[in-house]
């Protein structure tokens, strides 16, 4: 399937010293606008991607987006691990392994960084199996259900709290 592994960075050796937010998405969602449209609209992942891109490069100050997506649990806390510490927030939607990524969950307390967590879907709204998010504990709060737009706000939300957090220190 296409686009799997998906890890994009600015690599503007200019941008280098920027804040960043860190954008993270789990197994299947490479698939998004092809997989169950009725569930998760048409958007597009890159899609997706570039409107997140340009809610942080929007920001006061200006961020960074780091984007990683893959379909293995062990990539994603790779992910965490390497990125996370720097970055100012971080915006995920861990797919099924919200429902059972012990591991994830594990790094994304470990690095303790302002976290909000994503589905495109209402997951309260389905089944049984979707309603524990065994993520959600070590975040900073979550977006279910309002589609594509849920990133954006997401981002949004974590410009801000870097914003005031600065303006507290
Ligand atoms: C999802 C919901 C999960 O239950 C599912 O496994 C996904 C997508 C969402 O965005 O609605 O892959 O995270």
New binding site residues.
Partial sequence: MTDTHRHTEDDDPAGLDQPYLLLLN????NLLGRREPGV?GQTTLAQIVAAVRGTASGGDPPHRLIDVQSNHEGDLVDAVHRHGPGAAGIVI????L??YGLSLRDALAAVARPTVE????N?HA?ESF?HLSVIAPVTTGLIVGLGAMGYTLAATFLLNLAATMEVDV
Avoid: K, Q
């Fill in positions: 789990g197994p299947n969602l998760y939607n861990p797919g099924a919200t429902h994503v589905h495109l879907s997951v389905r979707r």
